[in-house]
């Protein structure tokens, strides 16, 4: 084992290092929440300021895309400028652009204002993990990034509960407004808790790779979130796509030569880091893109509101919160390993029970899995960050929390695009054999109600067809909503093999790697941040 000296900064006291966790958790808690709040607000929004159906989709899609394409860059101008400094730039900047958002008189402004305020989140999250590595001592990261975890839960669960709750009692401007005192409490602790710190050892801004690599992620985003509105190979997908992949590529050959990189590919010698950054994208992969149908499985097929469905997932967000930090607590005794393979084994167990679900299934055949796939997520993502940012020089925590947040967000944008395929796959082959079998007019008309088959829009689908054929309403909605839960369990039994599958690579990836060093102050909560293992 080499390491690589920590930067030599003061010591923050004990009282300092718990404050700064706070403000990071009240700032990050900020972003989660905005990520579920919107989507609640969508159906009010649509009838205010009468968008498309691709001028909705954009609203979400402006914020996902810029943020995942800058999140590597937001990290490295924090190592480059000062984490400190670059994070309150993205506090400001997401703060500013929620009241932009809440004042829009158009779609066309709310698009504009939503990718605006995804430039602040892409600062903000991969700096508050780095402003934690530079705070925390070793032995205590595990348990911080435990509950930073947690409280990224906890956002993710109130967004449907409080959106709905604004949107209903106030209106959907509030759902943005809400950032506001947020924002100013955690500029508040930002400028007086948080200190300062960089990578003293980067002297410049790596331009070109700069321009390439965001440019590669804003191609490779764009054309996997094309995908819900373009086929797979359809210009508008294997464009974006290929010159996004392309375009990483050669930043990847421009890094390996250039003296100053953006990415140092040095990280990638560490299997430590390497399998934790595989296990981050397998795991957006598998979940996001399993839970992107089971959400559309509890509104569009049990019947129940956003705010229902909110309420419903609490088991799964509530095991995240409370689970997160005790695995932090766990991972400097039995080793990141050990929690990412228990977690992902659980998770996949999980996705697995889903997979039985019916269109009449009680809510008793949900929240168990629900709680489990929590506890699973609780032990393998805080496992997951604790194992990369430990396995790198902390003086590059900004650049390492970009990758290991772009590669999450990459496997959750494939995930989605993929098992969303899988589904409609699935979901028009029966539909073609149900209506094929049926015959009359629900046959010829098969085609055009097939649309609202993918989105599971059952509800709609019935009212259209009580207008065109009497009598046929129940038969053909039964037959839709029959139809789509085969792309269901397709998706989420894909799913639960991809989350198995990290099992395995957890197993590959950590043999015969060392635990990380606990040296430099094991025993005290005052001692600097350790020397990292390169291992």
Same mark, same amino acid.
């Given at each position: ?205 790596? #331009?070109?790779?700069? /321009? !390439?690599?965001?440019? =590669? +992620?804003?191609?490779?985003?764009? $054309?996997? %979130? *094309? ?106 005794? #039995?080793?990141?390993? /050990? !929690?990412?393979?228990? =977690? +992902?084994?659980?998770?996949?167990? $999980?996705? %697995? *029970? ?182």
């Amino acid at each position: 084992m080499t390491g690589a000296a920590a930067p030599t900064t003061p010591a923050p006291s004990t009282r300092r290092m718990w404050l700064t966790l706070f403000a990071m958790c009240f700032a990050l808690f900020m972003i989660m929440l905005d990520n579920t709040v919107v989507n609640v607000a969508l159906p009010t929004i649509q009838q205010d300021l009468d968008p498309s159906q691709s001028g909705l989709q954009w609203i979400i899609n402006a914020y996902i895309l810029v943020f995942a394409a800058l999140i590597l860059l937001g990290g490295k101008l924090g190592d480059r400028f000062g984490r400190k400094r670059m994070f309150i730039v993205g506090l400001v900047l997401f703060t500013v652009f929620s009241v932009a958002c809440a004042l829009s008189q158009t779609a066309e402004q709310l698009i504009i204002f939503r990718a605006l305020q995804g430039t602040g989140a892409a600062l903000m999250n991969p700096l508050s993990l780095s402003i934690l590595v530079a705070t925390f001592p070793r032995p205590k990261l595990p348990q911080a990034i435990g509950i930073w975890a947690g409280v990224s839960g906890l956002g993710l669960a109130l967004g449907p509960l409080l959106g709905g709750f604004l949107t209903e009692h106030v209106g959907w401007g509030a759902v943005f407004w809400i950032n506001v005192p947020i924002g100013v409490i955690a500029l508040g602790f930002v400028l007086f808790v948080v200190s300062e710190s960089k990578d003293s050892t980067v002297k410049s801004l790596d #331009v070109v790779g700069t /321009i !390439l690599v965001t440019l =590669g +992620l804003f191609g490779l985003i764009y $054309a996997l %979130i *094309g995908t819900s509105t373009h086929q797979w190979l359809s210009a508008n997908t294997l464009v974006p796509l290929i010159v996004g992949i392309v375009l990483i590529i050669v930043f990847i050959i421009w890094e390996s030569k250039h003296k100053e990189p953006m990415v140092p590919l040095g990280f990638f010698k560490s299997r430590g880091f390497t399998t934790s950054i595989i296990v981050a994208t397998l795991v957006g992969f598998g979940l996001y893109g399993s839970l992107f149908v089971v959400t559309l499985y509890m509104q569009n097929i049990r019947g129940y509101s956003a705010v229902e469905a909110g309420l419903r997932t609490l088991p799964l967000t509530m095991a995240v919160m409370f689970v997160a930090p005790i695995a932090g607590k766990l991972n400097a005794k #039995v080793g990141p390993a /050990i !929690l990412m393979g228990t =977690g +992902l084994a659980l998770s996949s167990i $999980a996705m %697995i *029970g889903l997979r039985f679900l019916e269109v009449d299934s009680s809510y008793n055949l949900i929240w168990p899995f629900y709680l489990m796939l929590g506890v699973g997520i609780a032990l393998t993502l805080p496992a997951a960050s604790a194992a990369a940012m430990g396995a790198i020089d902390p003086r590059k925590a900004g650049v390492g929390s970009g990758v290991l947040n772009a590669s999450r967000q990459v496997g959750g944008a494939l995930g989605i695009a993929v098992l969303g395929s899988v589904a409609t796959a699935l979901t028009d082959k029966a539909w073609t054999e149900k209506t094929d079998a049926m015959g009359g007019q629900i046959a010829a008309n098969a085609d055009k109600l097939r649309p609202l088959v993918q989105g599971a829009q059952i509800q709609m689908l019935g009212e259209l067809v009580s207008q065109k054929v009497s009598g046929a309403a129940d038969i053909v909605m039964a037959m839709a909503a029959s139809a789509w839960m085969d792309g269901f369990h397709a998706s989420v039994l894909a799913g639960a093999i991809v989350l198995g599958g990290g099992v395995v690579v957890v197993i590959i990836g950590f043999r015969g790697v060392p635990r990380p060093s606990m040296r430099h102050g094991a025993d005290s909560s005052d001692s600097a941040p350790p020397v990292v293992a390169e291992l």
